[in-house]
């Protein structure tokens, strides 16, 4: 069965703060591993990986996927209240194109 | 910007009763799928169309869960009779034909309460 995990479940930290959150994956055929960000409503989009060691960069986000070790990371800098939110990490079997998704991260962000 | 459409956007009803839920994709994709996320879950895959057929329907709870997409643009899924479990929020979301394992873009959900 695919299985995709996150850790930490939740996590607290301080205005400033840098964070790493992990995502690690089983899955039958792997295609592409995707980071949402979602706040009190749908998920929204903010990397899909599919290569590893390239590391993929939006202002303070960042992610690299590691394919030998089947996980991926999350790095938030300068961390901002407006970073408060679950992150998803979910994984592209193939085939049918099916998304299987983590449980999600629960960032807090204090000011 | 093209945004996948949900209606509506809360529902509160009471077990036994019958819901319906609409999605309408982002123009052009063929592909659309529906999820249920339970809260402080991730979202889970309930059934996913290409065009008006279905692809993946393993996880739909048969017995009282329905979905159709008859024209293959927009889709309604059904629960009927709801129970205090299927309290959750249903996610609908689309991407383009071919796209594999890529990026899926998600429309702002139903929140579901069953009393």
């Known amino acids: 069965e695919d299985k995709v995990v996150q850790s930490p479940l939740s996590l607290v930290v301080h205005e400033g703060d840098t964070v790493t959150l992990n995502c690690s994956y089983e899955v039958t055929n792997f295609r592409s591993l995707l980071w949402y960000k979602q706040e009190k409503k749908a998920p929204t989009f903010l990397f899909m990986l599919?290569?590893?060691?390239i590391e993929k960069k939006s202002g303070r986000l960042s992610s690299i996927l590691d394919k030998k070790e089947l996980f991926s990371i999350l790095n938030i800098t300068a961390t901002q209240t407006g970073d408060s939110a679950v992150y998803l990490c979910?994984?592209?079997?193939?085939?049918?194109?099916?998304?299987?998704f983590g449980q999600g991260t629960r960032l807090t962000i204090n000011p | 910007e093209a945004e996948v459409a949900q209606s509506p956007r809360y529902k509160i009803t009471e077990k036994s009763q019958a819901v319906a839920f609409w999605c309408d994709p982002i123009s052009g994709h063929a592909t659309l799928y529906w999820y249920r996320q339970i809260l402080g879950q991730g979202p889970e895959l309930l059934v996913q169309f290409q065009d008006e057929s279905v692809v993946d329907d393993s996880q739909l709870p048969k017995d009282r869960f329905s979905a159709e997409r008859l024209k293959g643009v927009d889709s309604t899924l059904k629960i009927q009779p709801a129970e205090l479990g299927d309290s959750a929020m249903y996610l609908c979301?689309?991407?383009?034909?071919?796209?594999?394992?890529?990026?899926?873009?998600f429309g702002p959900g139903t929140r579901l309460t069953v009393l």
């Open positions: 979301a689309s991407s383009p034909a071919g796209w594999w394992g890529n990026e899926q873009f």
């Open positions: 599919t290569s590893s060691g």
């Open positions: 979910a994984v592209g079997p193939g085939g049918a194109q099916k998304l299987v």
